[in-house]
């Protein structure tokens, strides 16, 4: 889900280059991918669509710009927004909630059977518990998230002061993806309302309205995460490639070029090892900060991880459940349930892809830099001794992006979720099948109808069906 590889963009400076750069025909080579010269960008511009609408929903500080590189706090006044924001949040969340446990939202549940719409009602309320839980973790953490986005600026501030270097993040896929919410969330309130064929109440319309809402900004959360994961794994790429230019295999390839074209100016020469320890006290500085800013993300946003992530694992396995039950019934199948069932089948398969990709990107440049440097070309005892210390230290701190350590969330989160997903879907068609069997002995499936009508959940049901 995350874009191509990494691309740094060049000025030209005195100032010293890093190994890894070569100027050729007003390009840059970086890991075999060629770039002309493109205008310098701030992070903050190029995430410019998802801060906005996280400041506008209450879930982003309104920080002050003090500079390019600096973030202020937020003015009172400021605050004083988000405050009345996040009451608005609440009360609407307790609106719903006391709705969906007072019987208010009886309307919505149009199902088949009596399990169908203890389903939907959970689903419902946890989709209502991910987003309070989403807006009490922001409100909580927004001055670490105001940090993340500072010692991310300063990162940039040194690495452009010391290569004259801006590296370009390629987080264009942020805005492709709140449009993709946005456009999903809309699509599924229109089927909703078209599915029930009673008039809806003015409470039937705020709960289908808010339950929307509260989805597609949990989502939106989640895209920002993964785009705080992927400006990690941009800038651990970029400081790998400048230790990567000190391998043997890098020494070699480079001489070799230089031996073949001797009289191209355009051609850096190769990086010499008497610059290695200045170029890896940078960057061993830089990946400790970056190693800071993994654990101050994972410590910020894995509560909010690990719930949505159960939400989504439910939602996904109650959806299949619906899109089973319209496939094998005797009864006419809904065109529009099918429709609302593969839109949110999508929608949140495509969030938890992003995150896993983001996430595993990030975790496997943080842990290829000791692979990298146990490469490093010279044998001489002095660059050997900053290696081994370097070495040493990494070893204990193999780094792992975590749903509040419940669960690591990489490249195969995926595969384990909808693994788990087939184990109680299998559960859910048991449960279908035994209340079939009991209403077949009954004699309740005396008649067969084609239309869907509102099936009342009374408070009780829970309990009978447990029972």
Known sequence: MCPGPLSVNMKESKMKQSPELQNQNDAIILNGVTTGNTKAKN????ITSILLILKATGLMPLYETLSEYELGAPKVLSRM????????VHAMTIFNMYNLFSGGSNQLFYSYRETDNINYWIEIL???VTYTTTVVVCSKNSKAFLKILNETLKIDEEIKQRFSATIVNNCGFAAKFIVLILAFQWYIVLL????IDQPLTATSYIIISVYSIQNALSSIFIVYSSVLLRLLSVRFAYLNSIINGYTYKE?????RFRARIPNKEHTAPPPPMSSFPDDSLFAFRMYNKLLRLYKSVNDSCSLILVVYMGYSFYSITTTTYNLFVQITTQMEMSFNVLQICFALLFSHTA?????????????????????????????????????DKFLTKSIKQEMQFTAYGFFVIDNSTLFKIFSAVTTYLVILIQF????????????GLTTTTTTITPVPIPTTSMNETTQ
């Open 43 to 46: 992070v903050l511009n190029d």
């Open 81 to 88: 927004y988000s405050i009345v924001v996040h009451f608005m």
């Open 126 to 128: 946890l989709c209502i």
């Open 192 to 195: 909703k309302i078209l599915l």
């Open 251 to 255: 020494q070699q390839r480079t001489r």
């Open 351 to 387: 969030m938890l892809a992003l995150l896993s990709r983001c996430s595993g990107e990030a975790t496997d440049q943080a842990n290829l830099t000791s692979q990298i440097l146990a490469r490093v070309y010279e044998k001489s005892r002095e660059y050997q001794n900053i290696v």
């Open 432 to 443: 279908k099948q035994l209340e079939e069997s009991k209403l077949d002995d009954s004699g």
